[in-house]
């Protein structure tokens, strides 16, 4: 059963530093991993998305790595603004079943000004 | 629409009451999924279509948890005689493509009190 873990589950950084956000999971047989962000009450909005063939996604200033053979992804927020606060959410989507994603529990990150 | 719509967005139901949460998946969009989210959590699979085929329900907690896309787009997940425990966000989401290596939309959720 595929296990994802999301370490610190809460993080709190200055306006302007660059972060990292740590996600691991447990089975490396992955279709796939996408990073989320979700606001307090609301849905989640799509960040990245990294196959299994890829090694890094890029999006304005974020970057995802995957390292499939470790079973590790990290989510790198470079210059950190207040409104980068949200929690972020990572899910692996299995290639024994592709209709399902497991999820992390998320980090929530506070960026002060 | 734009994007995944779902409504209500918010429902108290007394217990044992029935409820059904509709979604509206972006137009086109062949897979739908639903998840189930409680505080503090990240959303825990419940079920999956292809179209109108329901090809996995293995996350739905209980039979009193029932889901339907009956003309492979807009779906609902019904709710028998809830419980307290069935409190929770409940997530919609959905993908273009039937294969798994297209990028999933979620919508807003609808929160779901149960007293």
């Known amino acids: 059963k595929q296990e994802v873990t999301q370490i610190p589950a809460a993080l709190s950084v200055p306006e302007g530093e660059n972060l990292v956000l740590n996600c691991s999971f447990t089975?490396?047989?992955?279709?796939?991993l996408q990073w989320f962000r979700q606001d307090p009450g609301k849905g989640l909005t799509s960040l990245l998305l990294i196959q299994s063939s890829q090694r890094e996604q890029t999006s304005g200033r974020l970057n995802a790595s995957l390292d499939k053979s470790s079973g590790r992804s990290t989510l790198y927020i470079a210059a950190s603004q207040p409104g980068d606060s949200a929690t972020y959410l990572c899910a692996v989507k299995g290639l024994t079943n592709a209709g399902k994603s497991t999820f992390g529990d998320g980090t929530t990150l506070t960026v002060k000004p | 629409g734009a994007g995944v719509s779902q409504s209500p967005r918010y429902k108290v139901a007394k217990r044992g009451q029935d409820v059904a949460l509709r979604c509206d998946p972006i137009?086109?969009?062949?897979?739908l999924f639903w998840y189930q989210q409680a505080l503090g959590q990240g959303p825990e699979f419940l079920t999956y279509?292809?179209?109108?085929?329901?090809?996995?329900k293995s996350g739905l907690p209980s039979d009193r948890f029932f889901a339907e896309r009956p003309e492979g787009s807009v779906s609902t997940l019904k709710i028998q005689r809830t419980q307290q425990e069935d409190s929770a966000v409940y997530l919609c989401?959905?993908?273009?493509?039937?294969?798994?290596?297209?990028?999933?939309?979620f919508g807003q959720g609808t929160r779901l009190t149960v007293v």
């Open positions: 137009s086109g969009h062949v897979s």
């Open positions: 989401a959905s993908s273009l493509a039937r294969t798994g290596d297209t990028e999933a939309f």
């Open positions: 279509f292809q179209n109108e085929a329901q090809l996995d």
């Open positions: 089975d490396s047989a992955i279709y796939n």
